[in-house]
């Protein structure tokens, strides 16, 4: 079944990039007509949808985020990344990946990974 | 502040029926949208658990039921569980916003 799998800085300073991978095992981050999603969790601000990228290549920010954003992919590494700039500690949650659930004409976050923790602190 | 209001906590004893209301605006639930709604027990990552408004993916019990009306959804948890003690979300698509918003959440507490 399909996976996926965070990873990247735990700790990053502030004004810097913070940088994911999600890892895709199971299937093929290019098969489909899925939305493949980053997703955050913070203590102050709860779950925050950060932006996906479409099976088309479509990518949609949030538009909160979208000025320090920037989601990409490699369908060779069946990999998508996220990076986020000038980081403060606000930014500090648990980062997901996540791929759509689709029913009908619904779209939900269907397929979720464990998360990451990243902390932003000098 | 979220875009969708849900209570901070509901409570119930092992059997009863429980239910978390979502309420939202125009823009949002009102408009037509979706909501779905996410279970995310101690530790783990949100589960799908009902997404379409009131459809649940395969392998969620039928003691979850969802529903909507004008611009407020609510999830139902009949027999309730010890093990369905968790933070419950409900998610929607926002056009003011032009974003997927979540509602801040309800801890669920069986008693």
């Known amino acids: 079944q399909l996976q996926l799998q965070e990873s990247g800085s735990g700790l990053v300073k502030p004004s810097q990039t913070l940088s994911l991978t999600c890892a895709v095992s199971?299937?093929?981050?290019?098969?489909?007509?899925?939305?493949w999603s980053w997703i955050r969790q913070s203590p102050g601000k709860g779950l925050e949808w950060i932006g996906f990228?479409?099976?088309?290549?479509?990518?949609y920010y949030n538009p909160s985020l979208k000025s320090r954003v920037t989601i990409s992919v490699d369908r060779s590494k069946n990999e998508f990344f996220l990076n986020l700039s000038s980081v403060t500690a606000a930014d500090t949650a648990i980062y997901y990946c996540a791929r759509d659930y689709i029913g009908g004409d619904s779209r939900a976050f269907g397929i979720w990974g464990q998360g990451t923790m990243v902390t932003v602190s000098s | 502040q979220s875009v969708l209001t849900q209570p901070p906590s509901v409570s119930g004893a092992p059997g009863q029926r429980v239910t978390i209301s979502c309420t939202g605006g125009s823009s949002n639930v009102g408009a037509g949208y979706d909501v779905h709604w996410y279970q995310q027990l101690p530790g783990t990552a949100p589960k799908l658990l009902i997404y379409g408004d009131s459809n649940r993916p395969s392998g969620v019990p039928d003691r979850f039921s969802g529903s909507k009306s004008g611009t407020s959804a609510s999830l139902a948890i009949t027999g309730l569980q010890v093990e369905d003690e968790a933070d419950y979300y409900c998610?929607?698509?926002?056009?003011?916003?032009?974003?997927?918003?979540f509602g801040g959440g309800t801890t669920l507490t069986v008693l």
């Open positions: 990228i479409y099976h088309s290549g479509g990518i």
């Open positions: 998610q929607s698509y926002d056009s003011s916003l032009s974003a997927r918003v």
């Open positions: 199971g299937g093929s981050i290019s098969i489909g007509v899925y939305s």
